[in-house]
Structure formats: C-alpha cells, structure tokens
C-alpha cells in the first residue's frame, strides 16, 4: 500500500476484556513505532521495532501492553484486561530509518479505542 | 516528562496573518521535527531540522532552531484556512536511541 494502514479505526470494548491492533507500515520500512494519545494531549511513547533487534519496550506502560512485529511487516499491540484510562488513539508510524539515522516517521490514521 | 513543549497551547489567527508558535526541549538533540495533525488522527511530518542547522524552508514553512536556547520555532506564513491543525514539535537525542519525544502541540485556528 501507500501509506501506513491501521486496523480498526474504532474500537468499542467492556473494561476487562482483551483487544489487538494492527498496524501495516510502508513496505520496505525497517523502523516501526507505538504510540498513545489521549484526547487533547500529545503523543506518549510506547515501544520500537528496528529490523531484527530487540524492541524498545520502555514506553509500554504496563504489563498488560504488549506488541509483536513479524519481521519487517505488520505489527499487532495487544493491550490485556483493558482498563478505562486505556482510552485513546494509538498510532502507528513507519520509517526508514537505520544506523541510527533518523528520518521523518510516516503515520497510520489511528485506533480509536474507547474502553467503557 | 516530555522533552518538547510547545508554546502557545492554542493559537487562533485570521486568514492570511502569520502564525508563529515555539517548542522547547531539555536535553541535547540530534534532530527536531515539526508535524501537523488534522482531526485527531495520524501525523503528517513537516519539516526536519537537524543539530547543526539553523533554519530550514518548506514553502510557506520556516523553521529555526537554536541548540544553545534549546528551542525552535515554527513560522506559518500568509496562513490558510486549511493550516487549521494542531502541530508537534519532536526530538531524537541519542540518549533515547531512535524515538523521537513529542510535545503537547498547539492548536492553531485559522479563522476564513
């Protein structure tokens, strides 16, 4: 595709439950990044994928957060036993970025997830 | 805590006008970038501004940076009705590997 691709643009869930988000980056990105952001507030680091090295886990805010990348393609966050303070856009973002060169960061349009 | 803050939080202009909004950050960078967001949704990258550079163009866009005030600015020029967005600040330090670090944003209304 295009551009970064998010799935699904609107998430609905009961406080408890488990929900999974997917994130597509550009084809060929090597660089891929989690982001939160609650409403009217700028974006929370949450984890970074880089090729095959060990993600950057150190904005994930719990243990109840996780994601996976399956090699340089799709991501999924995992976010466990959802609370209401998980309510947010989560953002994913692609880049080219290597060698600790940083380049700009290509965006999806975002999860909205409202956890009632 | 976050790294860049933007200053003004909201800025509201006619069309036409300037719109000049600044991010400042605490720790030594690599490089700066601005983004726009429309709507909430994903970020659209603007400008990147490395440490060594001073100021950079991009149409109606002007970007300075000065690393011993550990600030930028973000200038807007003759500003549109579709310049309407709130726009981020973000910076890349070596200390924090490859992440960049955003700001809060300021929402800036373009009023027709």
């Known amino acids: 595709g295009a551009g970064v691709s998010q799935s699904p643009s609107n998430k609905v869930t009961e406080k408890g439950k488990d929900v999974e988000l997917r994130c597509d980056p550009i084809s060929g990105h090597t660089a891929l990044y989690w982001y939160r952001q609650r409403l009217g507030q700028g974006l929370e680091f949450l984890i970074y994928?880089?090729?095959?090295?060990?993600?950057?886990k150190s904005g994930l805010p719990s243990d109840r957060f996780s994601a996976e990348r399956t090699g340089e393609s799709v991501s999924t966050l995992t976010i466990q036993r959802t609370q209401q303070e998980d309510s947010a856009v989560y953002l994913c973002?692609?880049?080219?970025?290597?060698?600790?060169?940083?380049?700009?960061?290509?965006f999806g349009p975002g999860t909205r997830l409202t956890v009632l | 805590s976050q790294q860049g803050e933007e200053d003004p939080q909201a800025l509201s202009i006619q069309e036409g006008e300037n719109a000049t909004m600044n991010c400042s950050y605490k720790?030594?960078?690599?490089?700066l970038q601005w983004y726009r967001q429309n709507s909430g949704r994903g970020l659209v990258h603007l400008i990147l501004?490395?440490?060594?550079?001073r100021e950079k163009h991009s149409g109606r866009l002007r970007v300075t940076l000065d690393t011993s005030k550990k600030s930028s600015s973000l200038l807007i020029t003759a500003s549109r009705a579709a310049d309407t967005a709130s726009y981020f600040c973000a910076t890349d330090a070596w200390a924090a590997g490859n992440k960049l670090t955003f700001g809060g944003g300021t929402r800036v209304l373009v009023k027709p």
């Open positions: 994928f880089q090729g095959n090295s060990a993600p950057d």
């Open positions: 973002a692609s880049s080219s970025a290597t060698g600790g060169i940083v380049n700009e960061q290509f």
């Open positions: 501004i490395r440490s060594n550079e």
């Open positions: 720790t030594s960078i690599n490089n």
